[in-house]
């Protein structure tokens, strides 16, 4: 089993950053991809980005150049720092990991984190 605890969420006026984390706890030595999904109400969960053990990143078109995925040298702790932040990225944001022969952004999730508000509001 894997835990998953996020923060760092928060309010921040549009323009703005904010950098969340995730730590993994548990059978890390199994997590072969980490990532960042979010979801609004009523919405279906969307990936934001992932990065997998070997360093590969993957980001969905609408934060690409304005969010970074990146983690610790030990893999049990990933971030996602997000620049420029419009209205459009309030959500919650859900960390998640895969195992096995699960991988992101092909999925499917093994594990997910309890989830953190991001509100972008003036």
């Known amino acids: 089993q894997v835990q998953l605890v996020e923060s760092g969420g928060g309010l921040v006026q549009p323009g703005g950053s904010l950098r969340l984390s995730c730590a993994a706890s548990?059978?890390?030595?199994?997590?072969?991809?980490m990532g960042w999904y979010r979801q609004a109400p009523g919405k279906q969960r969307e990936l934001v980005a992932g990065?997998?053990?070997?360093?590969?990143?993957y980001y969905s078109n609408s934060v690409k150049g304005r969010f970074t995925i990146s983690n610790t040298n030990a893999k049990n702790t990933v971030f996602l720092q997000m620049n420029s932040l419009k209205p459009e990225d309030t959500d919650v944001y859900y960390c998640?990991?895969?195992?096995?022969?699960?991988?992101?952004?092909?999925?499917?999730?093994?594990?997910w984190g309890q989830g953190t508000q991001v509100t972008v509001s003036s």
């Open positions: 998640a990991a895969t195992t096995g022969s699960r991988t992101i952004p092909t999925g499917p999730i093994n594990f």
């Open positions: 548990g059978s890390i030595f199994s997590i072969n991809a």
């Open positions: 990065i997998t053990s070997g360093g590969t990143t």
